[in-house]
C-alpha cells in the first residue's frame, strides 16, 4: 500500500522536526530562536497529516476488501527520508568554525557617531562593535582599553587565531561571519567557545579602514556556548 508509505514519511518528518525543536534545543544549531514555534507548527502540521493519510488508506483497505493503492510515490518524496532519520538519530552539527574558514568576515556597518565607552575595565563588546570603534571611531576610544568579546576559535596561522561569531538572519542558509584576530592564549581546538580579555593589536591606523581588527589577548577562559550563539550579542546568563 504505497499511500501509508507516504504517510510514513510525513509522520517521520513531523518527528523528526518535534525532536530538534520541541523535545531538544538542537533546532538552534540551525535557526534563530524565534523560528522555533514555526518549527513545532510544522512539525505538529506533518504528523498530522501523516496519521490521517494512514487512516484513510487504512480505511479504504477495508472498504475494497483488497487494500491496494495503485498511486505512485514521487522518487522525490524519498528525499526527505535521509534527513528525517538525521534528525531523529543524528543531527547535523552546528556552524563554526568550518564555515567562518570559508567566507569573508561579515561587512561593517558605517557609524560615524560614537558614544563615549563606559569606564567599565575590561569593557564587554561584541566582535562587531570593536570592529566598528577599530576602523571607524576617529576618536580612537579603543586605544589602551582592556576588551571583553567572547566567540568561539577558528584557528588562524602565524602565531593567532580568530575569534568568531556566525550571525544568522533567518537560517543556516544566510549565516555571516563576524571575526577577530587575536594574538596570544593557548592553543586551543576550533570551535571551542572562549571569552578573551585583551588590547587593541597596533596595526595600521586606529580610527581608519587600515586598521587591524585584532586584540593582544591577556587572558582566554574557555566558557560554554551562550544560549545565543548565533547572535553577536554580549552572552545572555
Not at 584557528?155 to 561569531?165: H, I
Request: charge should be positive.
Amino acid at each position: 500500500m504505497k499511500r501509508s508509505l507516504q504517510a510514513g514519511l510525513l509522520v517521520l518528518c513531523g518527528l523528526g522536526l518535534l525532536h530538534i525543536s520541541l523535545f531538544t534545543d538542537l533546532c538552534l544549531r540551525y535557526v534563530k530562536e524565534g523560528m522555533r514555534p514555526l518549527l513545532i507548527a510544522s512539525g505538529v502540521v506533518l504528523l498530522l497529516l501523516g496519521i490521517a493519510g494512514a487512516l484513510l488508506d487504512r480505511g479504504e483497505g477495508a472498504g475494497d476488501g483488497h487494500g491496494h493503492d495503485h498511486s505512485g510515490v514521487p522518487r522525490v518524496a524519498w528525499l526527505l527520508l535521509l534527513p528525517a532519520l538525521s534528525l531523529l538519530f543524528y543531527a547535523p552539527p552546528a556552524l563554526g568554525a568550518y564555515t567562518a574558514a570559508r567566507q569573508p568576515a561579515k561587512a561593517v556597518v558605517h557609524d560615524s557617531d560614537f558614544d563615549p565607552l563606559p569606564r567599565t575595565s575590561p569593557l564587554p563588546m561584541t566582535l562587531s562593535d570593536f570592529t566598528s570603534r577599530v576602523r571607524q571611531d576617529r576618536g580612537q576610544a579603543v586605544k589602551g582599553r582592556t576588551v571583553r568579546m567572547t566567540g568561539f576559535v577558528t584557528p588562524g596561522d602565524g602565531g593567532s587565531w580568530e575569534l568568531t561569531r556566525i550571525i544568522l538572519n533567518c537560517c543556516a542558509a544566510d549565516a555571516q561571519s563576524v571575526k577577530v584576530r587575536v594574538y596570544g592564549g593557548p592553543d586551543l581546538p576550533a570551535n571551542t567557545w572562549v571569552t578573551v580579555t585583551g588590547t587593541w593589536h597596533p596595526g595600521g591606523t586606529l580610527g581608519t579602514g587600515s586598521a587591524a581588527v585584532a586584540l593582544d589577548a591577556r587572558t582566554v577562559t574557555k566558557v560554554p556556548r551562550p544560549v545565543n550563539g548565533y547572535q553577536d550579542a554580549l552572552p545572555l546568563q
